[in-house]
């Protein structure tokens, strides 16, 4: 994979430490050959990002808010005076409030609603609009899903409902920008060991389950989804596009628990 994204430029959005799926990701574009800049939200995430980037020589670092127009356009004009182009955007933003996730769904405020799915689906939306016109010669888009979007899991709640509007998302953009040779495709890894997988309540049962169950018996690693990533991205995938492409040990597969565990 050494020379995959060689003399490729993307735009990593969403690295919160290292053990970010982002981050993971990263790290594969990286040696796979790839030049990279990193967006991050505020002081106290910049000061997480900015070793991280530079441990892979890189220099770019932009606070972007998402659910800011202005801190996005100040973001991509930066990246076009800096390179020019883009080959792609990896988009691993998403929120919710926290006291949300571990109560009823049927609970979820107005607010939460709308705040959760303007970050974690519409704002992929708005990155393709500003990344689109920088790929003249085509390019790549990932985002990143789970599982919950099409069956209920225990504590996901609108997150659940977020990542179905983002797939969605996935599916209609890759038809909008594939006449502009544009792919666009979601990852969706099974539990990990993050720090946004730690704000939902049962995060560790639900770990232990899927590692017990899945078909490989183990759950998705850093290096698995980084070259999942990378493979996307790269001419390897060049007819891939509007896919949603698990890397769960095949857990999406299961009807019903493993024998031994019943």
Not at 108 to 121: A, G, K, P
Not at 139 to 154: A, H, K
Not at 167 to 189: F, H, K, M, Q
Not at 231 to 258: F, R, W
């Amino acid at each position: 994979m050494a020379e995959l994204m060689k003399g490729k430029r993307g735009l990593i959005m969403g690295v919160a430490n290292d053990r970010s799926i982002a981050w993971g990701i990263a790290k594969a574009m990286a040696t796979a050959g790839a030049e990279l800049a990193f967006s991050y939200q505020g002081e106290a995430f910049g000061r997480r990002v900015e070793p991280l980037a530079e441990s892979l020589g890189s220099d770019i670092l932009i606070d972007v808010d998402v659910t800011d127009d202005a801190s996005l356009d100040a973001g991509f004009n930066r990246l076009r005076e800096t390179w020019g182009t883009l080959d792609f955007v990896v988009h691993a933003i998403a929120y919710s409030d926290k006291n949300e996730l571990g109560g009823r769904f049927i609970n979820t405020t107005r607010d939460n609603f709308r705040n959760s799915l303007t970050i974690s689906c519409y704002s992929l939306i708005d990155v393709a609009r500003r990344a689109a016109p920088m790929m003249p010669n085509g390019g790549t888009l990932l985002t990143l899903t789970y599982q919950g979007s099409n069956r209920v899991t225990p504590y996901y709640n609108v997150m659940g409902v977020a990542k179905a509007a983002l797939e969605s998302t996935v599916r209609y953009l890759a038809n909008d920008l594939g006449p502009d040779g544009i792919r666009v495709n979601a990852v969706s890894p099974g539990p990990m060991k993050t720090l946004a997988g730690a704000a939902i309540s049962g995060a560790r049962k639900t770990f232990r389950l899927t590692e017990t169950n899945a078909p490989l018996r183990a759950n998705a690693t850093l290096d698995a989804v980084g070259g999942t990533a990378v493979y996307l991205a790269s001419e390897a995938g060049a007819c891939t596009t509007g896919e949603i492409i698990h890397v769960d040990g095949g857990y999406h597969v299961l009807g019903m628990p493993q024998p031994e565990n019943i």
